[in-house]
């Protein structure tokens, strides 16, 4: 019989948005599948590997002829036990096909978030108010992963108030805007998780430096980690 609750008591880092799908002591990662790359895959997840499939906007096709089909793909990848979320979906204004054709895509992922109740990890560049105004029409409820955030201090308060979760890869910890508004606010770090995404740099050194520069104990960043993990995709107990 399935146990009830996971062992997160055995977890010391989560790496909440990565490519790679090597496994890492004490560390639970949230891998990114591209839904086209699925079919070459197999997914297993254990107490330390979950996954996201998604279609990346950098990924879509110049024309919508295989919308449907591509989103019915995308439902049926989700309706996998293996998969907690949708991820990496999204807007992008410099890379990618036509604004439009994102849209689409985007508000179909939106859609499906909402029926199958599961959490999006989000790609965005440049298009915030589309995103949030997006996100308000088809699906206000659902829990909304930004990942890699490294925007404007303003974006980021905006995307805070809205109940929206973002992810500092290893950039935005070295950004003295950001780190002095989480120092003055510590509340916040409730929305804030970590993330390696495709970079070569360990989950733990992110911890570790996140927790100097937000002059905090790390047990006390992992503790509010874990916790952010399990709001964030509360079914992750039935995978
Ligand atoms: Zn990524």
Known sequence: ??????ELSKIEFIDF??????ALPKTLSVISIELADLKNLVLKNSDYRFFSVGLHPWRLPANTNNLEKDLETLRQALQTSEVIAIGEVGLDRLLGPDMEIQKLYFTGALKLAKELNKTLIV???RCYPELLSMKKQFAPDVNMLVHAYNGKIEILKQLLKQDCYVSFAAAAPRRDDICGYIRQKPDCLQHVCLETDDSDVNIKDIFKHASQVFEM?????KRIMKTNFISLFQDFNNV
């Not at 104990?217 to 960043?221: G, Q």
């Open 1 to 6: 019989m399935k146990s009830s609750t996971r």
């Open 17 to 22: 948005h990565t490519h790679k799908q090597i």
């Open 123 to 125: 790609h965005c560049v």
């Open 217 to 221: 104990d790390i047990s006390e960043l």
